[in-house]
Nanobody
Framework: QVQLVESGGGLVQPGGSLRLSCKAS????????VGWYRQAPGNKRELVAS???????DYPESVKGRFTISKDNAKNTMYLQMGNLKSEDTAVYYC?????????WGQGTQVTVSS
C-alpha cells in the first residue's frame, strides 16, 4: 500500500502563487500516471493537472498557463506550481496516482484564495 501526503496549501491573495507537494511512501512516480485533482464545496472532484510516467503533461483550459505539474522521481515527490490564483481556485487539492486498476489518493490540502 502506497501513501500519498500533500502539503503546501494555505491562504493566498488573488493573483498570488502557491506550490503544492505530494510525497509518496514508495517509488511510484516513474511507473504510475499521476495528477492533481481539486474539489470545492458542492462541486465534483475535477482534474487540474496530470503527468504520465513518461512525463507528458495535460491541463484543463481553466488552469492552463497558470498551473504547472512536475515530479522528481528520485525524491518520490510531485509538485503543483500554481500562479495567478483566482477565487475560483479555492478548493481541497488531492494528489492521485494510477497504474492499471490501482488507484491511490492523498488526504487533501486546502487552498483558499481570498483577499
Amino acid at each position: 500500500q502506497v501513501q500519498l501526503v500533500e502539503s503546501g496549501g494555505g491562504l493566498v491573495q488573488p493573483g498570488g502563487s502557491l506550490r503544492l507537494s505530494c510525497k509518496a511512501s514508495g517509488s511510484i512516480f516513474s511507473t504510475y500516471d499521476v495528477g492533481w485533482y481539486r474539489q470545492a464545496p458542492g462541486n465534483k472532484r475535477e482534474l487540474v493537472a496530470s503527468i504520465t510516467s513518461g512525463g507528458s503533461t495535460d491541463y484543463p483550459e481553466s488552469v492552463k498557463g497558470r498551473f504547472t505539474i512536475s515530479k522528481d522521481n528520485a525524491k518520490n515527490t510531485m509538485y503543483l506550481q500554481m500562479g495567478n490564483l483566482k477565487s475560483e481556485d479555492t478548493a481541497v487539492y488531492y494528489c492521485h496516482a494510477q497504474w492499471a486498476w490501482v488507484n491511490y489518493w492523498g488526504q487533501g490540502t486546502q487552498v483558499t484564495v481570498s483577499s
